[in-house]
């Protein structure tokens, strides 16, 4: 059967499109500009008074410069940053949500989730014995963890406008029952996104194939260790070309032609044959 040599480098395997990257990059960049701006902005009024946040965590400018020009330590140059990158993690995250549900990319990254399949996986991910060897697939323990980081910015978007038009959206005030419960769950939502950005960045250092895949679109795959880069392989059906038997090398030729002549031919008898007709 012919055979194929597999290239040394491995084969390169599709895993994110252009799309997914780029929706990715930009929401990320939206979430610690607003992460960061939003500890400037709470450590102005905060909602534990004994929780503040490091002020070299925060995004705002030097409080002694910005006191100068703005006679604040901060907390005007903060509503600025947050109030700008709320609208493109807004947009960004319509197209994306959008995207993946019309796509049904979503559907099938993200479903279904067996309660046994995510008592399985937490176990072994509570023991680091969780496998990541096919990044293309999502465990249980991702899809829950990527399901509710959604929930949560979801939350989050409804949250912070209820803080920013307490009046103008008094419907959404309500719902969370006034303005400093709105502020109570805008807070908790982020510590939940903050926690979720802590997983997995986390574990994107561990697997960094997972970092290589969101920036390039692919992986290389490397030829499995039982068969080294380079080995022959097996053709699959249809690919291989059939080919006459080659005559024995030891035979000479006299010798096939003496045997095809000694061989007995049995002739049909022509009298029997008529007899039967």
Same mark, same amino acid.
């Given at each position: 059967?012919?055979?194929?040599?597999?290239?040394?480098?491995?084969?390169?395997?599709?895993?994110? +499109?252009?799309?997914?990257?780029?929706?990715?990059?930009?929401?990320?960049? &939206?979430?610690?500009?607003?992460? #960061?701006? #939003?500890?400037?902005?709470?450590?102005?009024?905060?909602? !534990?008074?004994?929780?503040?946040?490091?002020?070299?965590?925060?995004?705002?400018?030097?409080?002694?410069?910005?006191?100068?020009?703005?006679?604040?330590?901060?907390?005007?140059?903060? *509503?600025?940053?947050?109030?700008?990158?709320?609208? *493109?993690? %807004?947009?960004?995250?319509?197209?994306?949500? #959008?995207?993946?549900?019309? +796509?049904?990319?979503?559907?099938?990254?993200?479903?279904?989730? +067996?309660?046994?399949?995510?008592?399985?996986?937490?176990?072994?991910?509570?023991? %680091?014995?969780?496998?990541?060897?096919?990044?293309?697939?999502?465990?249980?323990?991702?899809?829950?963890?990527?399901?509710?980081?959604?929930?949560?910015?979801?939350?989050?978007?409804?949250?912070?406008?209820?803080?920013?038009?307490?009046?103008?959206? #008094?419907?959404?005030?309500?719902?969370?029952?006034?303005?400093?419960?709105?502020?109570?769950?805008? %807070?908790?939502?982020?510590?939940?996104? &903050?926690? !979720?950005? *802590?997983?997995?960045?986390?574990?994107?250092?561990?697997?960094?194939?997972?970092?290589?895949?969101?920036?390039?679109?692919?992986?290389?795959?490397?030829?499995?260790?039982?068969?080294?880069?380079?080995?022959? !392989?097996?053709?699959?059906?249809?690919?291989?070309?059939?080919?006459?038997?080659?005559?024995?090398?030891?035979?000479?030729?006299?010798?096939?032609?003496?045997? &095809?002549?000694?061989?007995?031919?049995?002739?049909?008898?022509?009298?029997?044959?008529?007899?039967?007709?």
């Amino acid at each position: 059967m012919a055979t194929k040599t597999e290239p040394a480098s491995g084969q390169l395997i599709p895993v994110h +499109s252009r799309f997914v990257r780029v929706t990715h990059w930009l929401n990320a960049a &939206a979430i610690i500009v607003m992460i #960061g701006s #939003g500890w400037r902005i709470y450590n102005n009024v905060p909602v !534990f008074h004994w929780l503040t946040f490091p002020e070299w965590a925060t995004l705002g400018g030097d409080p002694e410069i910005t006191y100068k020009l703005n006679k604040d330590v901060g907390f005007s140059n903060a *509503l600025l940053w947050h109030f700008a990158f709320m609208w *493109l993690f %807004f947009i960004n995250g319509a197209v994306a949500l #959008g995207g993946g549900l019309l +796509s049904g990319r979503l559907r099938r990254k993200w479903l279904p989730i +067996s309660v046994a399949e995510l008592i399985h996986d937490v176990r072994e991910a509570l023991s %680091f014995r969780l496998a990541h060897d096919d990044i293309t697939i999502y465990n249980a323990v991702q899809k829950l963890l990527y399901i509710g980081v959604a929930l949560a910015m979801i939350l989050m978007l409804a949250s912070g406008l209820a803080i920013w038009k307490p009046v103008q959206f #008094g419907w959404l005030t309500w719902l969370f029952y006034d303005f400093q419960g709105a502020r109570l769950v805008h %807070f908790l939502g982020m510590s939940a996104i &903050a926690l !979720f950005l *802590l997983v997995h960045v986390t574990l994107a250092v561990l697997v960094p194939q997972t970092i290589v895949a969101m920036t390039t679109g692919s992986i290389r795959v490397a030829a499995p260790a039982d068969e080294p880069a380079g080995a022959p !392989f097996e053709e699959p059906a249809g690919w291989a070309v059939e080919m006459p038997p080659e005559p024995l090398a030891d035979a000479p030729a006299d010798d096939f032609a003496q045997a &095809a002549a000694d061989a007995p031919i049995d002739a049909p008898d022509a009298t029997k044959a008529g007899e039967e007709l």
